[in-house]
């Protein structure tokens, strides 16, 4: 019992600080909107998806050079369906989602399935790893391109007259405030992960199954707490920019590097299993957004579908 109570404080102090942290992140974030315009969509996707996908990319790395590529693969697949399935469900659930469609969104959205599209070369071309790896990683570079022009209009002309003196003196400041912020919230959940690991090891329940959702949540956790406290602060555009953003970023700058670098060939089990849960989750996504929004009924059934994909897998 004692055993217990240092990971259980630890995993209880995590959570807290992963709650702090969020919430300043966000504040920041509205900071830095504000300075540059930049809409909610983007800024969730250049700056919240692409720091919460720090720990994909830092398993990815030692994937390849370990030679396990296929545990990074999963990795990113997995939190692609959770992302979608928990995450953006729940923020539809709770009636945050119903109108929330925007010009950004939608081509967020786009983009994440049509990159989505580009593994099954892999599968059923037989398409070499790098090729494959190397046309993601240029999907990467065009969205990235394509999110950092979109602005949100001034509300006025004063308000444009005074944005380029505030640039300067707080742009920098407020930047680095949110990437510590980020950085925080990362950092706070590897701990909640490995506490909630050794929670689970002392306790005797079975690793095999309760220790891959672990890692399942743990990855996607800076996301679900992005969205919840987003959508707190009315910021619903934000939750979604970050939720879509990252599975953006983890199926092609995190996916293109393991293929483009790993030296073995990729199963193809791994993809044909996993894939197509990634491409049915994001065509209902796809599907709700491009009708105006995602209304309860379409969070439930994504909630539903990862149920299925954990069940299934």
């Given at each position: 019992?004692?055993?217990?109570?240092?990971?259980?404080l630890?995993?209880?102090t995590?959570?807290?600080?992963?709650a702090?942290?969020?919430?300043?992140?966000?504040?920041?974030?509205e900071d830095f909107?504000?300075?540059?315009?930049?809409s909610?969509?983007a800024a969730?996707f250049?700056?919240?998806?692409i720091?919460?996908?720090?720990?994909?990319?830092t398993v990815?790395i030692?994937a390849?050079?370990?030679g396990?590529?296929?545990?990074?693969i999963g990795?990113?697949l997995g939190s692609?369906?959770?992302?979608?399935g928990?995450v953006?469900?729940?923020?539809?659930?709770w009636g945050?989602l119903?109108?929330?469609?925007?010009?950004?969104?939608?081509?967020?959205i786009?983009l994440?399935?049509?990159?989505?599209?580009?593994p099954?070369?892999l599968v059923?071309?037989?398409?070499?790893?790098?090729?494959?790896?190397?046309a993601?990683?240029?999907?990467?570079?065009?969205?990235?391109?394509r999110?950092s022009?979109k602005?949100?209009?001034?509300t006025?002309d004063?308000?444009?007259?005074?944005?380029?003196?505030?640039n300067?003196r707080?742009?920098f400041?407020?930047l680095v405030?949110?990437?510590?912020?980020?950085?925080?919230?990362?950092l706070?959940?590897?701990?909640?992960?490995?506490?909630?690991?050794?929670?689970?090891?002392?306790?005797g329940i079975?690793?095999?199954?309760i220790?891959?959702k672990?890692?399942a949540?743990g990855?996607?956790?800076?996301?679900l707490?992005f969205?919840?406290?987003?959508?707190?602060?009315?910021?619903?555009?934000?939750?979604?920019g970050d939720?879509?953003g990252?599975?953006?970023?983890?199926v092609?700058?995190?996916?293109g590097l393991?293929?483009?670098?790993?030296?073995?060939m990729?199963?193809?089990?791994?993809f044909?299993e996993?894939?197509?849960?990634?491409?049915?989750?994001?065509?209902?996504?796809?599907w709700?957004?491009t009708?105006g929004g995602?209304?309860?009924?379409?969070?439930?059934?994504?909630?539903?579908m990862?149920?299925?994909?954990q069940?299934?897998l």
């Amino acid at each position: 019992m004692i055993e217990l109570m240092i990971p259980a404080l630890t995993l209880f102090t995590s959570l807290g600080v992963l709650a702090v942290a969020s919430f300043f992140a966000i504040k920041y974030i509205e900071d830095f909107m504000e300075i540059t315009r930049l809409s909610e969509v983007a800024a969730g996707f250049i700056i919240l998806a692409i720091m919460t996908c720090m720990p994909e990319l830092t398993v990815a790395i030692f994937a390849v050079y370990q030679g396990t590529a296929g545990i990074s693969i999963g990795d990113i697949l997995g939190s692609h369906v959770f992302n979608i399935g928990i995450v953006v469900g729940l923020l539809a659930t709770w009636g945050s989602l119903k109108k929330c469609s925007t010009a950004s969104l939608v081509e967020l959205i786009d983009l994440l399935f049509i990159a989505s599209l580009i593994p099954l070369l892999l599968v059923a071309f037989k398409i070499a790893n790098p090729i494959v790896g190397i046309a993601l990683i240029v999907t990467f570079a065009f969205s990235f391109y394509r999110m950092s022009k979109k602005r949100s209009p001034p509300t006025s002309d004063d308000v444009e007259e005074k944005l380029p003196r505030r640039n300067k003196r707080r742009t920098f400041t407020i930047l680095v405030a949110t990437l510590a912020a980020t950085a925080l919230v990362v950092l706070a959940a590897r701990f909640v992960i490995l506490s909630a690991y050794e929670i689970v090891k002392l306790a005797g329940i079975s690793q095999s199954e309760i220790g891959a959702k672990i890692v399942a949540v743990g990855t996607s956790l800076p996301e679900l707490a992005f969205g919840l406290i987003a959508m707190k602060r009315g910021r619903v555009h934000l939750a979604l920019g970050d939720a879509i953003g990252a599975n953006l970023t983890t199926v092609t700058l995190v996916l293109g590097l393991v293929l483009t670098f790993s030296p073995f060939m990729i199963e193809q089990m791994i993809f044909a299993e996993i894939l197509v849960f990634v491409l049915i989750m994001n065509l209902i996504l796809w599907w709700y957004l491009t009708k105006g929004g995602v209304t309860q009924v379409g969070g439930i059934i994504l909630i539903m579908m990862y149920v299925l994909f954990q069940a299934i897998l």
